[in-house]
């Protein structure tokens, strides 16, 4: 089943929040980007797993075919968000000047790591002590004891002048397939994907707090944001490290080097280039754990 769930593209998408800067300064505003979220992913054909909307940044973790797809969906929604805010309060620092960050999620772990780190982020920031007092994130649809049922209707029975009030655009929504609530918001089971999450963690509630409860936020904002591994194809990836080889080997082949001279540059092409250890593994013709255990010493 594991392997399953990791046969799908899952990508780890962040913005970076503005110093000193709070944009979204009241309900209306985290209401309006909750609804934004949701409607840029479904412009774009992507599925929301998990999601936390801060005051000045925010963090998703998106299912789709291509990194493109999640490139298009954070931009989608800045650009939403920042005609909103310019337009309420007339700030010139919002986030379409911010710098992007969407990192691959290709291992079982990895992803459950990730799902965690989304869901703690307001913990970690010192806003509430525990992820279900935070409201403007995804927690709450997890787990059918979690699931809060609510009167809703569909998005695309709008009416021109509802959409305007309580979605704050002009899409075509006449194919949306969410539901909105009786406070404004789209319904978390009508645009979240929780049957991802909630096989990630094999159905196990217990499970799933514990990697809550577990999760070590530091060395995940390291992987998740420090070190973003943005999808390269393999034929751009594997010239990339020919370029590599030849440089450090005089004018040798991939194809040349023995095990031994791959496993010497393995560190150096992980950390400096945009792949992950699947990639590495196809490319160079070395084992996952082979690889995985040399950049881990």
Not at 71 to 88: V, W
Not at 124 to 136: D, G, L, M, V
Not at 210 to 233: F, I, R, T, W
């Amino acid at each position: 089943m594991e392997e399953t769930i990791c046969k799908g593209n899952f990508y780890h998408v962040c913005t970076d929040g503005l110093e000193q800067v709070t944009l979204l300064k009241d309900e209306d505003d985290f209401k309006t980007a909750w609804n934004y979220l949701a409607l840029s992913a479904w412009r774009n054909g992507v599925s929301v797993v998990a999601f936390t909307l801060m005051s000045n940044h925010v963090h998703e973790l998106l299912a789709c075919k291509k990194a493109e797809q999640a490139d298009k969906t954070i931009k989608l929604y800045k650009k939403l968000i920042s005609t909103f805010l310019r337009r309420k309060y007339g700030l010139s620092q919002t986030l379409h000047r911010t710098r992007d960050c969407i990192s691959v999620i290709d291992t079982i772990q990895y992803l459950k790591n990730c799902i965690a780190y989304i869901l703690r982020n307001a913990v970690c920031a010192r806003i509430c002590s525990k992820p279900e007092y935070y409201r403007w994130s995804s927690y709450g649809c997890y787990f059918s004891d979690k699931r809060k049922k609510s009167v809703s209707r569909p998005v695309s029975e709008l009416t021109y002048t509802e959409k305007r009030r309580l979605l704050k655009t002009g899409m075509d929504l006449s194919n949306c397939p969410f539901r909105i609530d009786e406070d404004g918001l789209i319904t978390l089971d009508s645009f979240v994907e929780s049957d991802v999450v909630e096989k990630a963690y094999k159905y196990s509630g217990k499970s799933f707090l514990y990697y809550l409860g577990c999760c070590n936020d530091a060395k995940m904002e390291y992987e998740l944001a420090c070190q973003p591994m943005m999808h390269v194809s393999d034929q751009d990836m594997y010239e990339t490290i020919r370029k590599h080889v030849a440089n450090r080997f005089r004018g040798k082949e991939l194809s040349e080097l023995s095990s031994s001279e791959k496993c010497s540059i393995l560190k150096s092409v992980f950390f400096n280039n945009k792949t992950s250890i699947p990639q590495l593994s196809r490319i160079m013709g070395l084992s996952r754990k082979l690889i995985q255990r040399i950049l881990s010493t």
